[in-house]
């Protein structure tokens, strides 16, 4: 079955950075676009970014567009998510995700989602 596994999260300073990781494992995944969305405390989701399943193409959210940076190694069925300059409205979970796609064009259909990990901002 479809797993996805994130890492890499936790507590940093206001202008740090975490690279964040999803494992993923039940699918193929260089045929498929993935994405991160995150969800800030008592807010809804929020779209991060998405990656096509050959990596060479991206979009981001205009909140993280110039910090945050995702990309794939289809090799070692691993997605990731650089976030440089962190700010603590940056604080949410975050999960990785699936899409039923390999463009990636819309967050919509994402049909797989991992269970999360926590990144906290704060001094």
């Known amino acids: 079955q479809v797993q996805l596994v994130e890492s890499g999260g936790g507590l940093v300073q206001p202008g740090g950075s975490l690279r964040l990781s999803c494992a993923a494992s039940g699918f193929s995944f260089s045929s498929y676009a993935m994405g991160w969305v995150r969800q800030a405390p008592g807010k809804g989701l929020e779209w991060v970014s998405t990656i096509n399943a050959d990596g060479d193409s991206t979009s981001s959210a205009d909140s993280v567009k110039g910090r945050f940076t995702i990309s794939r190694d289809n090799a070692k069925i691993t997605l990731y998510l650089q976030m440089n300059s962190l700010k603590p409205e940056d604080t949410a979970v975050y999960y990785c995700?699936?899409?039923?796609?390999?463009?990636?064009?819309?967050?919509?259909?994402?049909?797989?989602w991992g269970q999360g990990t926590q990144v906290t901002v704060s001094s």
């Open positions: 995700a699936k899409d039923q796609t390999n463009s990636g064009s819309n967050w919509s259909r994402y049909d797989y």
